[in-house]
């Protein structure tokens, strides 16, 4: 079973940047989608961003323009870099593979973001 390690999270003000990484334990090469979700207490885990194995990303709309995922095949590894972060990017952020619209592996711990003053 694959593991998912999270880690790049922090405490960040307003405008701030932060870049996730994610590291899986064993190889992602053949893994046609990678994503990016966070989870807010008392809300449903969200996706955030996508990216395929060619390369093609998708975003929710709120994070357009300011999130940048990336994936690093040879490093088994997914990036997220978060510019202009706002308070309400403030959750949990997990990466997972997903097939057929539902995680692939165990969810990781997750990182954790805090952007606040």
């Known amino acids: 079973q694959v593991q998912l390690v999270e880690s790049g999270g922090g405490l960040v003000q307003p405008g701030g940047s932060l870049r996730l990484s994610c590291k899986a334990s064993?190889?992602?090469?053949?893994?046609?989608?990678m994503g990016w979700y966070r989870h807010i207490p008392g809300k449903q885990r969200e996706k955030v961003a996508t990216i395929t194995r060619v390369g093609n990303t998708d975003y929710i709309d709120s994070v357009k323009g300011r999130f940048t995922i990336s994936r690093d095949n040879a490093k088994n590894t997914v990036y997220l870099q978060m510019n202009s972060l706002k308070p309400e990017d403030t959750a949990v952020y997990y990466c997972?593979?997903?097939?057929?619209?539902?995680?692939?592996?165990?969810w990781g711990q997750g990182t954790q973001v805090t952007v606040s003053n």
């Open positions: 997972n593979a997903e097939s057929r619209g539902a995680a692939l592996w165990p």
């Open positions: 064993g190889s992602i090469v053949s893994i046609w989608l």
